[in-house]
């Protein structure tokens, strides 16, 4: 079983920050990947931003220049960083893990249970 958990959701004026944690635990074998994905109110889920293993780091345009995804490879952990937040930031974000766990064959995607994030303006 692999588990993920994130934490640092809130509260937060525009142009504010927010910094976002998430663990992968259990039974892992590798995660080649970490992002961080939101999903607001009536719209589909979208990625925000991912990492590699390798260092290959991936952003949505939207939030380009304001976010900073970061990893502890070792710890199986990833950060988000959101400066200069706007009210169209507000969303429940969910943490995501792909790779290989333990007896298991292949990779496979793992989720949090999401944060939310509220900016107001």
């Known amino acids: 079983q692999v588990q993920v958990v994130e934490s640092g959701g809130g509260l937060v004026q525009a142009g504010g920050s927010l910094r976002l944690s998430c663990v992968a635990s259990?039974?892992?074998?590798?995660?080649?990947?970490m992002g961080w994905y939101r999903q607001a109110p009536g719209k589909q889920r979208e990625l925000v931003a991912s990492?590699?293993?390798?260092?290959?780091?991936n952003y949505a345009d939207s939030v380009k220049g304001r976010f900073t995804i970061s990893r502890d490879n070792a710890k199986n952990t990833v950060f988000l960083q959101m400066n200069s937040l706007k009210p169209e930031d507000t969303a429940v974000y969910y943490c995501?893990?792909?790779?290989?766990?333990?007896?298991?064959?292949?990779?496979?995607?793992?989720w949090g249970q999401g944060t939310q994030v509220t900016v107001s303006s």
């Open positions: 995501n893990a792909y790779g290989s766990a333990l007896g298991k064959i292949g990779r496979a995607d793992y």
């Open positions: 259990g039974s892992i074998f590798s995660m080649n990947r």
């Open positions: 990492d590699t293993t390798g260092g290959t780091t």
